[in-house]
């Protein structure tokens, strides 16, 4: 079976950092382009970052970029996202999911096929 698992989400006070995973089984995750994206209540899903299978590209959207970093260890089959300075406006559920290719093509629905189940990100004082 294919599955994606987030962890690392919490709550944490304006400024602080949090670092999620996403831990891949059943595929080989270097075979993918990886996205990070979040939702927060009232709001439209948003693309948040996205790293190329080899780590050798990656992109985030201008709310994060800065501020965020996206890794990936493919021997651990797992993709992180560095948060720091986090801001109350970062509150959402955080969710990974596979690119349809290797590279990042961009954050719509079309460009990735597997989701995990996501994992709660709370900042505030």
């Known amino acids: 079976q294919v599955q994606l698992v987030e962890s690392g989400g919490g709550l944490v006070q304006p400024g602080g950092s949090l670092r999620l995973s996403c831990a891949a089984s059943g595929l080989t995750l270097d075979y993918y382009a990886i996205g990070w994206f979040r939702q927060a209540p009232g709001k439209e899903r948003e693309g948040v970052s996205c790293?190329?299978?080899?780590?050798?590209?990656?992109t985030y959207s201008d709310s994060v970029k800065g501020r965020f970093t996206i890794s990936r260890d493919n021997a651990k089959n797992t993709v992180y996202l560095q948060m720091n300075s986090l801001k109350p406006e970062d509150t959402a559920v955080y969710y990974c999911?596979?690119?349809?290719?290797?590279?990042?093509?961009?954050?719509?629905?079309?460009?990735?096929?597997?989701w995990g189940q996501g994992t709660q990100v709370t900042v505030s004082s």
């Open positions: 790293i190329s299978n080899s780590a050798d590209v990656t």
């Open positions: 999911a596979t690119g349809t290719r290797d590279y990042c093509a961009g954050y719509g629905s079309q460009d990735y096929d597997r």
